[in-house]
Structures are given as C-alpha cells and as structure tokens.
C-alpha cells in the first residue's frame, strides 16, 4: 500500500486520535446478501499508534490474500470480536435486523477482550441501534474502502463466514456452498430446484424458485 493511500485510509482514527481518543473500533458484516448461512459481523480494536496499515475492503481482495491478512489483523488488534446470527434468526427478524444483532455481538465480544466498551466505533454503512450508552459511532459509506479498521473488520467477517460456508458444504454437499459461499449464482438456484431448500436457507430471501 502506497504511503498516501495508507495515510488515506486513517484519516477517520487520526481525525477521532486528534480528538482525543485513545481507542476506537472498526466494524463491519459480511453475509447481507446470500440466500443462505448466517450473517457476520466484525469489530476491531488497534493502537491507534500502530494500526494495521494492510487492512483494506475485503471485496477488493482475494481469498487468498484475505486469509494471510487475517491472521495479520488478529496478530496487530488490541480486541476483536465476532457475531454471528443464523438463517433461522434472519427470517425471523429480517436481514436489517439480523445484521444488527450480529454487530451489537461483536462489539461486545470486543469490549470484553479490552475492557471495557469502545467509546468511538466507525461503522460501515449503517448505525448500530441499542448500543450501551455514550457510545459514540460514525457511519461511513463504503467505510470498508476509506478506513483501516472498518477494512480490518470486514477481512474477519469474510473469512469467519467464508470458512464456515466451507465447513458447511459438506454438511449439505450439493449445493456449491464452498464455491459461491451461499450467494445467489445460477448455479446455487438450479441446485435449489434440484435439491429443495436446505435447513441453512434463509426462507425469507427464496419466496419463489422456478
């Protein structure tokens, strides 16, 4: 990464570093749209004196490279965490919801390796509802590409879901859930058409199948 485009990429933690802050969270999910498996969502913690400089949008990247950035970013936080909610929960509360839940678990998964609850969390896109109070978040548009540790989040929500899409294709073989990771290819519909709907779709996103 180029020394502008780094320095790009913390200008969100410089801005809050600045401020004053001395912790500040980056989270993000990975899993909004696939007809199948959970959502996950991420959040993670650096020294603001020493981020993780490689951490970048996870769709930029490829899997291979995603899974030697992952280890990186587990090696250089302070705190992470991860949540996790199933299809089942999905087409209980709705995917919006679903995806709130599982970063609301993240954090907290953070919060308790650090400590204590970050005070500044840059978020991808959106802002988490019911967070404890004083919590103070910025949501930022394809925050994924624009700050490190939004960046960092998503490489750990992908690679957390990509490995369990994995783990689950042989659970339910068929399906190509290894390959397109749940998402709605031609491939994936022919194989529902053929197979019927598996215990890890989510019901809400498949009304219709012709």
Known sequence: MAKGEETDLLRFENMLKNGGATVVAGVDEAGRGPLA?????A???FDMNNPFPEANDSKKLS???REKLYDGIIESCIAWGVGIVDND???EINILQATYEA???AIL????KLGCVPKHILVDHVCVPDLPKGVEQISITHGDALSVSIGAASII???TRDRMMIELDSVYPGYGFAKHKGYGTAAHYQAIRELGISPIHRKSFLKTIH
């Not at 498996?37 to 969502?41: S, W």
């Open 37 to 41: 498996g959970p959502v996950v969502a």
């Open 43 to 45: 959040c993670t913690v």
């Open 63 to 65: 899997e291979k490279q």
């Open 89 to 91: 929960r999905i087409d």
């Open 103 to 105: 970063m609301r678990a």
């Open 109 to 112: 998964q953070a919060a308790d």
């Open 157 to 159: 929500a992908k690679v």
